[in-house]
């Protein structure tokens, strides 16, 4: 899988063609989902009866780049030394994916009371893209899992919860003029600036409503402006300006509130003032990704399992986004667990201890039990 170089700009299929002949292989119903691009596919497959109730085993397929990283061997040809494999997506995460499908024989052979099914996505790197079409199509069928478990590299802990990571770019389109006479242009670098402002602002009342037992750092929604770009030169008033900026909720009220109290603070007083001088200008909002997050829960059946499978007796938290809010939303029980470490992933040299892969076998091995 390491030698299949799926970094996120580019094609899957060739990996996934190859993991749907795997698990074909061993009699799983598999269903491949085309991205609206034709050039990416999801994989969904399942073990077992056609009944509710499941265990998803998920991964994502797609890795970051390697262009300007300082490899010591080519990252697409894993190596083996001191005891750990070497490779672009050994950590991040083909090494859980790759344990899933060696166990996919094992699983086959069983009795199965319950469906184990396998979710693989693409580009969820680039903002879950893949994992979001996944759940739309689930959402569709009649057989709902009940459990999650996400392979990102936790060391093997049992991780129950992670802030979201919502992305944008807002774009402030306005009229050129000459600086000396500002009232006949519309600024749109200044709009742009008072755009930020509100985030600034909302970012402070978002410090008042951490949740009192909230275990992140910081325990607050956070917001960042990561770039302002605009203007050309110092007397002539920019027609165009753009903002690059994000937030992290810690609850989904948090994530209403922004997009609620921004959406208002553009339609009711930001446009309607470019507009009386410029009919035609615009502010417009791409969004880069939406990710929900995994909020900690009293009653969760994923993290009791992993409790039993792992050893474990207490579950973190995380600030790194992944795809387990997504299965959340659907109804399942989500937690992440999976061999490496996040400190070993999207470096140069990105590597996976093989006692980290053998403690996710076991793992995987201890699973049998709770499908039959």
């Not at 003029?177 to 742009?192: C, F, I, K």
């Amino acid at each position: 899988m390491i030698a299949f170089p799926t970094i996120s700009v580019d094609s899957n299929l060739e990996m996934m063609a190859y993991l749907s002949e795997k698990l074909e292989e061993v009699g799983a119903r598999v269903h491949v989902q085309a991205s609206p691009c034709g050039k990416k596919a999801n994989i969904f497959a399942t073990l077992g009866p056609e009944t509710s109730g499941g265990i998803v085993l998920s991964g994502h397929s797609d890795v970051v780049p390697v262009a300007d990283q300082d490899w010591t061997h080519d990252p697409f040809d894993m190596i083996e030394r001191d005891g750990a494999l070497f490779g672009r997506g050994t950590c991040d995460m083909k090494g859980f994916i790759a344990a899933v499908i060696a166990k996919a024989p094992d699983f086959a052979k069983l009795n199965l009371k319950r469906p184990v099914h396998f979710a693989f996505t693409y580009d969820e790197e680039t903002g879950c893209i893949g994992a979001q079409a996944l759940a739309d199509w689930l959402k569709t069928q009649d057989v709902k899992p009940s459990v999650a478990i996400i392979g990102e590299p936790t060391s093997m802990r049992v991780i129950e919860g992670h802030k979201g990571c919502c992305e944008y770019t807002t774009t402030f389109h306005g009229r050129a003029g000459h600086g000396s006479m500002p009232d006949l242009g519309v600024n749109a670098v200044q709009y742009a600036v008072r755009y930020v402002a509100k985030l600034m602002d909302l970012a402070e009342e978002l410090k008042t409503r951490a949740p009192e037992d909230s275990r992140f750092d910081p325990p607050w929604t956070t917001i960042n402006t990561g770039s302002l770009h605009g203007g050309t030169i110092h007397n002539v008033i920019p027609e165009m300006a753009q903002v690059q900026w994000e937030f992290r909720p810690v609850q989904r009220s948090d994530f209403d509130l922004v997009k609620t109290e921004i959406a208002k603070y553009v339609d009711d007083t930001l446009l309607p003032q470019m507009k009386q001088v410029m009919p035609e200008a615009s502010i417009t909002t791409e969004i880069m990704g939406e990710v929900q997050g995994l909020e900690p829960a009293t009653v969760n059946e994923a993290r009791d399992i992993m409790f039993e499978l792992t050893g474990g007796n207490g579950a973190d938290v995380v600030p790194f986004g992944t795809e387990a809010g997504i299965f959340a939303d659907l109804g399942m029980t989500a937690v992440l667990c999976g061999p490496g470490s996040i400190e070993q992933a999207h470096k140069p040299d990105e590597y996976l201890a093989i006692d980290q892969l053998a403690k996710c076998l076991e793992m995987l091995d201890g699973l049998e039990a709770k499908l039959v």
